[in-house]
């Protein structure tokens, strides 16, 4: 029987958590921080540890891996487990104090640093399913960093597992550890030759049994928009000004449909996310977000012709739109591999859990990884309330994490 103790991984997980590893959006560098490379190392060094030789970590603060295969059967593809390092820049992962609540007794949780951050089964129903087990939060002033250190901690201890338990019969396996996923970058810098895996698995994924095989495709979009300047003093019927137009364009979108806040499930969204400019000249920045690349299409054509609508009405006035092509659904590849996922499903099967497939309203590394030549979907780790002062991770579903990658490793092997 496989089994993975919780209270190890949390432990471990918590060692992980106090390193601040948070990226940034406005950065050009790899990585966008230099600290996220003190959880690189760390992991390096533990690799090395564990007994893992060929351990490395490069200049961009990519952590490869390889566990060499243990079994007779010559026709065993090379596959990948990976996580993520850093935290998201939504709120603050500066001095994290993770509080393991060992016997968590449904009740509500007054985080200690912020009275006001209140974890309760009311707004986070999940929590029903660890009463008496144990659960791990912040302190009231920082996020956590489940998303996604409780991947990172899966898979090392899935890692110390195969080297203490040799006679477990697995093909060879690929350890990455990313810098830069929650910003975009995740992929930039990874070495596909150096990594030489055939098939992958992130684990960056939510309640226990959760599995994902599909994403948004995602593009962003830029809407620059060229006012007429001339002397404010002197302006009358000559000045149009660049950021009111940018407000019209913005008023125009759609109250209720076509947004974050009013869509769910396979419903697409356009999402303004930045204005910028002066009077002269401003952009607009956008997400454009749907589960096809069809849909991506019909969404850049309407808010482009909203906002040619709006400039119309002023005389002198261009404008240019942009599109930046981010990441595509991972199940237009997926869909030619499908023992990818069916292998995932019945590793989560085996753990004793009920598979919850699942599509992400989102992207992983995985998104990239599958278009990059490398099917991966997405695994789940226990992660919940991600990128908030509220969030919090089961240390069973840890565990449950761990444990999968295990039967998944063993099952390639079987199938093969």
Known sequence: MIQISPDNIAERFMRYAQVDTQSDPNSNVHPTTEKQKNLSKLLHRELLGMGITNATTDEFGYVYATIPGNSDKKNIPAICFCAHVDTAPDCSGTNVKPILHRYYDGNDIVLPDDITQVLSISKSPYLKEHINHGIITASGLTLLGADDKSGVAAIMEAVLFFIQNPAVKHGELKILFTPDEEVGKGTAKVDMQKLGAKFGYTLDGGEAGSLEDETFSADGAVITINGVITHPGYA????????????????ALPKDEWSPETTEAMQGFVHPTAINGIAEKATIQFIVRDFTTEGLVKHHQRLKAIAEKV????????????????YRNMKDVLVNYPHVTAYAEEAIQRTGLAVKKESIRGGTDGSRFSHMGMPCPNIFTGMQNIHS????????????????????????????
Do not use: C, P
């Open 236 to 251: 009358k019927n000559k000045l149009v000004n660049a950021l009111k137009i940018a407000g019209e364009v913005l008023a």
């Open 389 to 416: 002062k509220l969030e919090w991770v089961g240390t069973k579903d840890m565990a449950k994490a761990a444990e999968t990658i295990v039967h998944l490793s063993m099952i390639w092997e079987e199938r093969s």
């Open 311 to 326: 400039v119309a009405n002023f005389a002198g006035v261009s404008m240019q739109y942009e599109v930046q092509e981010q």
